[in-house]
């Protein structure tokens, strides 16, 4: 009797802590643990920041500017800041990160503090793995400045603050950070590849449900024993591209349970789709993929 008492209290023990285990890294899905934070550094003005997967080639008559706080509050950490036009300048590029899950949309947080929204321009793709949403400003003072939110989800929240004197070094500035890369969790970093003016799009952004429908092949991947037998469930959301003859090129985890991701990596890397056609001709896509994992 007494060996299956404490038969049973090591059962319920190590019960105990594979749900323990579960809900912390549940909490921590989508976002960097706080001993893997990293505010990254600049050498020979090379930003690099190995959590977050990034690299960032500065030109070279940027200088670095490492005080100051954020200009969206205190839950975000500045990990790069650079002065584009020289220290007398006013004009900064501001990279912000944050552990909340939650993109800070259409940057309310600045409406408050003299600046009027200008519209929304739409999305863009930061160093071609962070989808983001843009949001435009103008200060309410004088003399008249512009603020560009470019802000997307990457383990947890990122945001590109560009604030400058007129719309075009707005422009200016964010062709510069389009050099940023992105390593993907599948697949090989690309080089951006300019594009001359009339021609037609080297990638376009379709909806999940409109890439849902070109879907060809799937791979359907299994629950992997340890989250299965730990309880933990939930979505694994990627970004992906997906070539001209309809194979995944990339792929980057925009959010997901570490135990489930490279399960619903290794399995959507296999997909195939009839290509897109734009005009008549195949052109690569951009879209989110989510994988499904569920106990029920």
Request: no cysteine; hydrophobic share 35%.
């Amino acid at each position: 009797m007494h060996s299956l008492l404490k038969a049973g209290m090591r059962r319920r023990l190590v019960f105990s802590l594979l749900v323990l285990a579960s809900a912390l890294m549940t909490s921590a899905q989508s976002t960097l643990p706080d001993t893997d934070f990293e505010q990254g550094s600049v050498i020979d003005h090379v930003y690099v920041n190995h959590a977050l997967r990034i690299t960032w080639e500065l030109p070279k008559d940027w200088t670095v500017q490492s005080e100051g706080g954020s200009m969206l509050g205190e839950n975000y950490h500045v990990l790069l800041r650079v002065l584009p036009s020289g220290i007398q300048s006013q004009d900064f590029i501001e990279f912000n990160y944050s552990r909340s899950a939650d993109p800070i949309g259409e940057g309310t947080v600045l409406q408050n503090k003299g600046w009027e929204p200008l519209g929304n321009p739409g999305y863009y793709t930061l160093g071609g793995g962070i989808p983001t949403h843009r949001s435009d400003y103008k200060s309410k003072s004088e003399p008249t400045r512009y603020l560009t939110l470019l802000d997307g989800q990457h383990y947890g929240s990122v945001t590109l603050i560009l604030n400058a004197d007129s719309p075009a070094r707005i422009e200016e500035f964010g062709k510069s950070a389009g050099q940023m890369k992105v390593q993907p969790d599948w697949g090989s970093p690309e080089a951006a590849t300019p594009m001359s003016p009339g021609s037609q799009p080297l990638r376009v952004r379709v909806s999940q449900g409109v890439n849902q429908g070109l879907l060809e092949r799937k791979v359907q991947p299994p629950y992997p024993d340890a989250p299965r037998k730990a309880h933990i469930q939930g979505a694994v959301v990627m970004l992906a591209h997906v070539s001209t003859k309809g194979k995944i090129k990339n792929l980057f985890v925009l959010s997901g349970h570490p135990l489930l991701n490279p399960t619903a990596l290794e399995a959507v890397s296999q997909w195939l789709y009839r290509p897109y056609l734009l005009n008549g001709k195949p052109v690569e896509v951009e879209t989110q993929i989510t994988v499904i994992f569920s106990l029920h």
